[in-house]
């Protein structure tokens, strides 16, 4: 038992989360490639990938392994993405670490995501039973592009109110 529930109920706790998490955090990107900050899609983004990685050290007979370093990183990342909006106000250089952190948090949600459905879903198993097989790997690597690409993106248009990216003097022109 964890936190009260039986291991089925923790785990369906802990896949909910990180399924808020994942929507969350994709509306949060949608914004900022638009140049808007969703205040309260980014609060539930935030806590929701912080509940995840927490959630996931929970587990009983947990190792060091891939998933144990995943929520270290997503952690780590976190702390610089949370203080670069709540503490420094996204000012100067915070701007860009809380786009890379909460950028990388997201890209870590969505990987174990692939992951646990190769490995779960009757439909996706037989394309990739050892997750080395080209379906699975294509779909890592047409996400991770996606993140990279959008990630550019968001770096380049997202601005706190207010405030515009100066080039040479002058405002930049949007993307």
Request: charged residues 10%.
């Amino acid at each position: 038992m964890t936190l009260g529930l039986s291991l089925s109920a923790f785990t369906t706790l802990h896949v909910i989360i990180s399924l808020v998490a994942i929507a969350a955090g994709l509306a949060v990107f949608y914004g900022m490639v638009r140049g808007q900050r969703m205040a309260r899609w980014t609060e539930a983004f935030l806590l929701a990938t912080v509940l995840t990685s927490v959630t996931g050290f929970m587990f009983p007979d947990i190792k060091v392994g891939p998933p144990f370093i995943f929520g270290v990183i997503s952690l780590i990342v976190l702390v610089g993405a949370i203080a670069g909006l709540y503490l420094y106000r996204l000012a100067g250089a915070w701007r860009l670490i809380y786009v890379i952190g909460a950028l990388v948090a997201l890209y870590l949600n969505v990987v174990v995501l692939i992951v646990q459905s190769f490995q779960k879903l009757p439909l996706l198993q037989p394309l990739a039973p050892t997750q080395s097989e080209p379906p699975f790997l294509a779909v890592q690597l047409v996400v991770m592009a996606a993140f990279i690409w959008f990630g550019y993106l968001a770096g380049r248009r997202f601005y706190p109110a207010g405030r515009t990216p100066v080039v040479t003097g002058r405002p930049a022109v949007p993307l």
